[in-house]
């Protein structure tokens, strides 16, 4: 896909974004039930189940998916697709791009071994290895805006409020 490609394609939903602002407010939504057998829960994930136990720091056998590692390929993701579409509207030619993420946590917090050690993760790095010829301000500037429309990085980094109950089914 090239820019003028991608601006046709968004073009209608701008207009439309800007006519009506509340056409652009969805809601995603995410699924999941608890496994009878395993200390596991199974997450509709709209392709496949997905099903996200312990991670083997905390007791699990390895099997399942750690939502851990799940929250950073879902930055990976989102930040490979927008730094992609960033590339294309730009007109910056890459040859080949890696996009990796890794977070550091501290097991004590998780399990309750020690009350201050922090439950979640410390630090998430993450970085794109960008094989390409073009100018280093074009790079900044690619690195500028994928940040800024990154909705994963942009979620994590600002820390919306998020809201928790607990009902009867």
């Given at each position: 896909?090239?820019?003028?490609?991608?601006r046709a394609m968004q073009a209608p939903l701008k207009d439309r974004y800007k006519?009506?602002?509340?056409?652009?407010?969805?809601?995603?939504?995410?699924?999941?039930?608890?496994?009878?057998?395993?200390?596991?829960?199974?997450?509709?994930?709209?392709?496949?189940?997905?099903?996200?136990?312990?991670?083997?720091?905390t007791g699990g056998s390895g099997l399942e998916l750690c939502s851990g590692d799940m929250l950073l390929e879902a930055l990976v993701a989102c930040a490979g697709v927008t730094l992609k579409?960033?590339?294309?509207?730009?007109?910056?030619?890459i040859k080949t791009a890696k996009v990796s993420?890794?977070?550091?946590?501290?097991?004590r917090g998780?399990?309750?071994?020690?009350?201050?050690?922090?439950?979640?993760?410390a630090q998430i790095r993450l970085r794109f290895d960008v094989e390409t010829d073009a100018a280093q301000d074009k790079l900044d500037q690619l690195?500028?805006?994928?940040?800024?429309?990154?909705?994963?990085?942009?979620?994590?980094?600002?820390g919306p409020p998020i809201e928790v109950k607990l009902q009867r089914g």
């Open positions: 896909m090239d820019a003028t490609t991608l006519s009506d602002p509340k056409s652009a407010f969805i809601t995603l939504r995410a699924q999941g039930t608890l496994d009878d057998a395993h200390i596991a829960c199974k997450v509709e994930t709209g392709r496949a189940l997905a099903v996200a136990g312990l991670h083997p720091a579409a960033v590339a294309t509207a730009l007109d910056i030619p993420a890794e977070g550091d946590l501290d097991f998780t399990l309750g071994v020690d009350r201050a050690a922090p439950v979640g993760f690195l500028k805006l994928t940040e800024r429309y990154c909705v994963v990085y942009q979620t994590l980094k600002s």
